[in-house]
């Protein structure tokens, strides 16, 4: 596809539920970002791949939150024994290189409620 | 501790005005300081992408300033139009991957 695309558009789960959440970048893109939006708030980071490694996953929240990127392309941000307080907009970014000047583009996000 | 200042923090313009929002950052150093947009409901879109060498970028009628001395940039809006209504968010980035994002300006544009 031409951008970001993820999916489900919109998650709604029970507590102490298991989600996943996909997110298919820009084809070619090598580095991919999953942010977190809470209502009225910032995106906030979560975690950064660079291929298929985890370069940085110090924003995620806790060991609830897992994400995989086995093959370099496809993204799946894993919550597990969901809580009310995960609602939120689950936002996935790409971008060509990950280098510092390079523009990442965002996807339209996961709507997760948790009730 | 808030590294980000965005004023103000919510403007209403009449569709055709201009109007300019802030931003006060004390991250530094940083490799380049980027505006986005982002409607209601929608990822955040990159506006413009400056580095600290740079003291001006337009995109269309969005034009941005930044003065790294004093640690302020600015967006300007020329001629709003209704679909400028979104949020506006200055993200100093630091290079190391990471956007932090704050909350930014909420812009309403009505007719």
């Known amino acids: 596809g031409a951008g970001v695309s993820q999916t489900p558009s919109n998650k709604v789960t029970e507590k102490g539920k298991y989600v996943e959440l996909r997110c298919d970048p820009i084809?070619?893109?090598?580095?991919l970002y999953w942010y977190r939006q809470s209502l009225g708030q910032g995106p906030e980071f979560l975690i950064y791949?660079?291929?298929?490694?985890?370069?940085?996953d110090s924003g995620l929240p806790n060991d609830r939150f897992f994400a995989v990127r086995p093959e370099g392309s496809v993204s799946t941000l894993k919550i597990q024994r969901t809580e009310r307080g995960d609602s939120a907009v689950y936002l996935c970014?790409?971008?060509?290189?990950?280098?510092?000047?390079?523009?990442?583009?965002f996807g339209q996000g996961t709507r997760l409620t948790v009730v | 501790k808030n590294q980000v200042e965005q004023s103000p923090q919510s403007l209403i313009i009449l569709e055709g005005k201009n109007c300019t929002l802030q931003c006060n950052y004390t991250v530094s150093p940083f490799s380049n300081l980027r505006w986005y947009k982002q409607d209601t409901g929608r990822g955040p879109v990159s506006l413009t992408i400056m580095t600290f060498s740079e003291n001006t970028k337009s995109n269309g009628r969005y034009t941005a300033t930044l003065d790294a001395d004093t640690k302020q940039s600015s967006l300007h809006i020329t001629a709003s139009q209704l679909s400028d209504s979104a949020s506006y968010i200055c993200?100093?980035?630091?290079?190391?991957?990471?956007?932090?994002f704050g909350k930014g300006n909420q812009v309403v544009v009505i007719p």
């Open positions: 970014a790409s971008s060509p290189t990950g280098t510092v000047n390079t523009e990442a583009f």
């Open positions: 993200v100093p980035f630091r290079g190391n991957n990471r956007l932090a």
């Open positions: 084809s070619g893109h090598t580095a």
């Open positions: 791949f660079q291929g298929t490694g985890a370069a940085d």
